[in-house]
């Protein structure tokens, strides 16, 4: 089945600094998601992207769909200690299941 | 509430018994999610319904599993004699309109299972 592939598995981060995560996969995706989950909650989605090449912001979030339709990242900019989580980019293709990656896990030291 | 809720929020079972897991979803949302998360990892896709029926049941992992929306609203999970690889969270999640393409989902806070 298809696999997606996130990077890196945790990192550890000054308050202030900027933050960036990937990921990738095998076979193409026409939707991707980055959801962000904090411990004893369900995912909670932060940015769809729905067109190859898509930039889109949330504040202080940027995601871009990779133009090859396999790859998506997500940056966070002056990260504060409220960012702390595992962040999960999820695929879709049509009306297929999503698929996750394994996560991000994110701390911030203040 | 708002929101997707989930009961219990914990769950815990001796190995061999059932268990039935219970998502309300939010008001209206035609479409509903299971998704099994065991940790460190994602969620991974078990079953989706389209209000009462049952279209994908692909992700469930063995005829022990079961799931039902009976009227379109409320869904059950249930799981037969509970084996320790069962543990995991069990996330519910609905959409508003049907998954013909994507259509953003919203997650319940998931009901924990640890299978002893």
């Known amino acids: 089945g298809q696999q997606l592939n996130q990077s890196p598995q945790s990192m550890f981060i000054q308050e202030g600094e900027d933050v960036s995560m990937n990921c990738t996969s095998s076979s193409i995706f026409n939707t991707w998601l980055w959801y962000k989950q904090e411990p004893g909650e369900g995912p909670v989605l932060l940015i769809a992207l729905y067109k190859a090449g898509e930039l889109t912001s949330n504040g202080r979030l940027t995601a871009q769909f990779g133009i090859t339709r396999k790859d998506s990242f997500l940056n966070i900019s002056a990260s504060i200690p409220s960012d702390v989580g595992i962040y999960f980019c999820a695929g879709a293709v049509g009306n297929t299941p999503l698929v996750f990656g394994k996560g991000t896990r994110l701390s911030v030291i203040a | 509430g708002a929101g997707v809720s989930q009961s219990p929020r914990y769950k815990v079972a001796k190995r061999g018994q059932d268990v039935a897991l219970r998502c309300d979803p939010i008001s209206g949302h035609v479409s509903l999610f299971w998704y099994q998360q065991a940790l460190g990892q994602g969620p991974e896709f078990l079953t989706y319904f389209q209000n009462e029926a049952q279209l994908d049941k692909s992700g469930l992992p063995s005829d022990r599993f079961f799931a039902e929306r009976p009227e379109g609203s409320v869904s059950t999970l249930k799981i037969q004699r509970t084996q320790q690889e069962d543990s995991a969270v069990y996330l519910c999640?609905?959409?508003?309109?049907?998954?013909?393409?994507?259509?953003?989902?919203?997650f319940g806070p998931g009901t924990r299972l640890t299978v002893l």
């Open positions: 999640a609905s959409s508003l309109a049907p998954a013909s393409s994507y259509n953003e989902q919203f």
